[in-house]
């Protein structure tokens, strides 16, 4: 499958231009590291919408109007309820303290109600409507909230953050092909001489093609290497910050999984290159008798 | 005797201008050496094209080696391509690769490894007397040597047909007679030869020729008999 690559030096001397002589490797190091670090931004904040989806997805909260005065009774009502696993009241002060944040000093009045909040954390399945039922049976104004709900428009970013990422990987993959379109029909011209040459003497389109592909390949394959080596640079230079990252959004960073996809891209670049290479050079040559 | 090229009713004209090839009606013998002959601008080199197929006949049929190749597919053409040698007129040597390079092209074109091309190429330069310059490029060679190394290449992989426009433009006389003499040596192993030239005393040296000669694109004797070679000594047509 990749004889083509590996050819004798009689072979690599018919195309006689120096290797790094054109601007291919240097446009495909350029692609390599911007992708790479494009989907590196995407992958994490992938991982970070996972962990904050996992995080919230099974968690409830219970409201209730005015603070509770039977907050134990509540809390004991909802823990009793099947498919609750856990239930944790939020205390008064970090309440107070968290509208401090929008109202100052007069968060902490005692004339200001408080809501008291009851968070809890149910099965897959659970039966949220009696977990309801029940609430209000103890506490009449209690309202159930999906914390999902309140963090859906993070979520949304973060999807639409990654929705960019993968266009952007995709349009710059598109531009690396281009630029190795116009490599190909460059060096055609270069060696124009050399494939009439070749073309009288038998040689097949799939021949001719072999040497320009295999002179592509070499070059993307330096230059994705150069990029990606130079992309790791950077993530590893910022992997303290991810860290703190990760800490924040609880533990989301890049998975080995993550970082095997990054190693693998500057190959599937090579073989992108080598494939759009390969299709041009041939349809190129066709026009040819 | 079976033909190695037929030509029928072959026209040829390159882009919208006048046909430079008109009503071309004949065949080429296995094993036969012919001489094509014609003033300049007569459309030798066109019907040299044709024969080795660089270019398409804008009407007519031409067959070759016995299959219809005017409109095949050019996917077809590489492996007919392989049993025709061509010495062109301006060489058309790769200037980038070595003479030996140059020469052993068709076999490593053909599939052949290193070591099945190693003697042949060096036995083939040292015939045109070249051994000692096997590792020049073509700008570093004179203009006869760069014919000798165009002929080597034509001949290194014993072509069916061969095919030479002007082979002996550029070498002494000497060379001239000693590549005629490969050229016929190649004939007397059943390579049809046709050599288009202007040069009558080259044509008179190879007794037995047949001659093809064409006047503004049509074929003086358009039977294809066989004809004997002019006995003027006077240079060109």
């Not at chain 2, 080429?28 to 001489?35: A, D, E, I, K, M």
């Not at chain 2, 694109?217 to 039977?223: A, E, M, N, R």
């Amino acid at each position: 499958m990749l004889r083509w690559f590996f050819v004798s030096p009689a072979e690599r001397r018919l195309l006689g231009f120096a290797r790094l002589g054109g601007p291919t490797p240097w446009v495909i190091a350029i692609m390599t590291f911007s992708i790479m670090l494009i989907a590196a931004t995407g992958l994490a904040l992938a991982n970070t919408a996972g962990v904050l989806s996992r995080a919230i997805e099974s968690r409830y909260a219970l409201e209730v109007p005015g603070g509770g005065a039977n907050l134990e009774v509540l809390i004991a009502g909802v823990r009793a309820t099947p498919g609750v696993t856990s239930v944790e009241a939020v205390p008064e002060s970090d309440m107070r303290k968290t509208l401090e944040r929008w109202l100052g000093p007069a968060a902490q009045s005692a004339e200001l109600p408080v809501p008291a909040l009851i968070n809890f954390d149910v099965r897959p399945g659970a039966d949220l409507n009696a977990i309801q039922i029940r609430a209000r049976q103890i506490a009449p104004g209690a309202q159930l909230m999906a914390h999902r709900d309140s963090v859906a428009p993070l979520l949304n970013s973060l999807d639409l953050l990654q929705g960019v990422a993968l266009g952007l990987v995709l349009l710059l993959s598109a531009a690396a092909a281009a630029a190795v379109v116009l490599a190909a029909r460059g060096a055609l011209d270069t060696h124009r001489f050399t494939i009439e040459v070749m073309h009288g003497i038998g040689a097949t389109d799939l021949q001719v093609t072999h040497l320009f592909q295999r002179k592509i390949a070499i070059d993307a394959l330096i230059g994705s290497i150069v990029g990606g080596l130079a992309a790791a640079a950077v993530l590893l230079l910022l992997a303290g910050g991810a860290a703190f990252a990760g800490e924040f959004t609880g533990g989301a960073t890049l998975s080995l999984g993550d970082l095997a996809i990054l190693a693998l891209l500057p190959f599937a670049l090579t073989a992108l290159a080598t494939w759009v290479a390969r299709t041009a050079v041939l349809q190129a040559l066709r026009q040819a008798l | 005797m079976a033909a190695v090229a037929e030509f029928d009713s072959v026209g040829l004209r390159y882009g919208t201008g006048a046909e430079v090839l008109r009503d071309l009606d004949f065949r080429l013998r296995f094993g036969t050496f012919y001489f094509l002959t014609g003033p300049s601008g007569a459309g030798k080199t066109s019907l040299l094209k044709l024969l080795y197929l660089a270019q398409r006949p804008t009407r007519g049929r031409i067959k070759l080696f016995g299959e219809e190749l005017s409109e095949a597919p050019r996917e077809m053409l590489p492996p007919f391509r392989r049993r025709i040698g061509v010495v062109f007129q301006d060489f058309r040597l790769i200037r980038h690769l070595s003479a030996f390079d140059n020469v052993a092209l068709p076999l490593r074109v053909a599939g052949a490894s290193d070591e099945d091309v190693e003697g042949p190429v060096r036995e083939m330069l040292a015939w045109v007397g070249l051994a000692d310059r096997a590792s020049a490029r073509p700008p570093t060679l004179s203009g006869g040597e760069q014919q000798r190394v165009a002929i080597a290449r034509a001949v290194i992989n014993r072509p069916e047909l061969l095919v030479a426009d002007e082979p002996t433009g550029n070498v002494d006389a000497e060379m001239a007679n000693r590549l005629m003499g490969l050229f016929t040596a190649l004939n007397r192993l059943g390579t049809t030869v046709i050599v288009a030239t202007h040069d009558v005393g080259l044509i008179n040296a190879t007794p037995g020729a047949q001659l093809i000669r064409l006047e503004n694109g049509t074929l003086v004797d358009p039977t294809g008999t066989l004809r004997n070679p002019p006995r003027s000594k006077s240079g060109s047509s």
